[in-house]
């Protein structure tokens, strides 16, 4: 499984990066879900594969396999040159000092037990269903079953019955890494790696997190939105827990954090309209006229609340929480 850079199908590639664990962590989930089973030994790399133990033996012993000259030796090659003591399968670069002898004897005592079986084949065996095997319903329920507790909770927050429903999915998507910021492009090959700098010429590469939070620009307009509502804080550099805190910045009742998330949202939805704005209509927004934005479509998207009407509009430019009786 090799990716085949540009030439390659975008799909094969999705799958190299899955067995890699690309933006999944240290390992990845399949790679820490499947484990080899050793019998004859005669398809199973010595260093390279998970055989032998909960990880491969080139990072459990990572010194000895730096030193090694067969670094792709096969499990039944290993074998049949020897692994004990003064076995002709350990072949070294240089002769191994004192510390690293101690190392090559740990290696040997756990490969003591490990005995070949000669008219059986090596397999895969997929750890979360052995007996059954690997299923795209079983990966789908362990996924799903393991997402982040943060993720679950902002799942809650971004169905909003005041919110049209091309927001909460647009926030969804968000929360999750999954909209086609530069960076996430360059990823599936659309761009090239270089043309990923943020719309707004900060000079940072564009993902979700800078332009949405830490980029110099669009992340200014939180300050102002705080300033509007009537509070001040500092607001937190990961997109999931950012949406959180928002929402319980002002605490009290539940209208008070309803009407939060509701303004969280939508400050999102205009930072990407805007991103998209500049990027493909070269046409741009000052902050001040995005954070009337902000409360022109906040007023709207809560007409049905009567205390704003009660109010007037330009009592809600001033006081939203007021107007809607939660101040």
């Keep these: ?52 133990g909960d990880v491969a033996l080139r990072e459990r012993f990572s010194r000895l396999f730096d030193l090694a000259l067969n670094k792709s030796i096969t499990v039944k090659d290993m074998f049949l040159l020897g692994w004990g003591e003064g076995g ?59 997402e982040n507790p943060q993720v679950l909770q902002n799942n809650d927050l971004i ?29 599936r090959g659309v761009l090239d790696t270089e043309a990923c700098q943020c719309v707004l010429g900060c000079g940072q590469v564009e993902d979700a997190r800078h332009l949405f939070l830490l980029c110099p620009c669009f992340g200014s307009l939180w300050p ?48 990407w309209n805007e991103r998209n704005a500049r990027l493909f209509k070269q046409k741009e927004c000052s902050l001040v006229q995005l954070l009337d934005k902000v409360k022109y479509h906040s007023f709207w998207w809560l007409k049905a609340k009567k205390a704003i009407f009660a109010y007037g509009e330009h009592m809600w430019w001033s006081s939203p929480l007021s107007c809607l009786g939660i101040g």
């Design 88 to 146: 002709g399968g350990w072949q070294w670069c240089r002769k191994l000092w004192v510390w690293e002898e101690d190392l090559l004897e740990e290696c040997r005592l756990l490969l003591s037990d490990v005995s070949l079986q000669p008219f059986s084949y090596d397999v895969w065996q997929w750890l979360l269903d052995p007996s059954g095997g690997y299923s795209v319903r079983g990966v789908y329920d362990m996924l799903t079953t393991q």
């Design 224 to 271: 102002l939105v705080r300033s509007w509502i009537g509070f001040d804080g500092v607001h937190h550099d990961d997109i999931a827990a950012h949406f959180i805190q928002f929402t319980n910045y002002t605490g009290g009742s539940k209208s008070r954090r309803s009407f939060m998330q509701l303004i969280w949202l939508l400050t999102v939805w205009l930072l």
């Design 1 to 52: 499984m090799e990716v085949g850079g540009r030439s390659g199908s975008t799909w094969w590639s999705e799958v190299v990066k899955i067995r890699d664990g690309i933006g999944g962590g240290d390992n990845g989930w399949f790679h820490e879900s499947v484990v080899r089973r050793v019998a004859d030994g005669e398809s199973t790399l010595f260093w390279h594969d998970r055989w032998c």
């Design 159 to 187: 169905w909003h019955k005041h919110v049209p429903l091309k927001v909460s999915i647009f926030a969804w998507r968000l929360i999750r890494d999954c909209l086609p910021t530069k960076t996430n492009l360059a990823l």
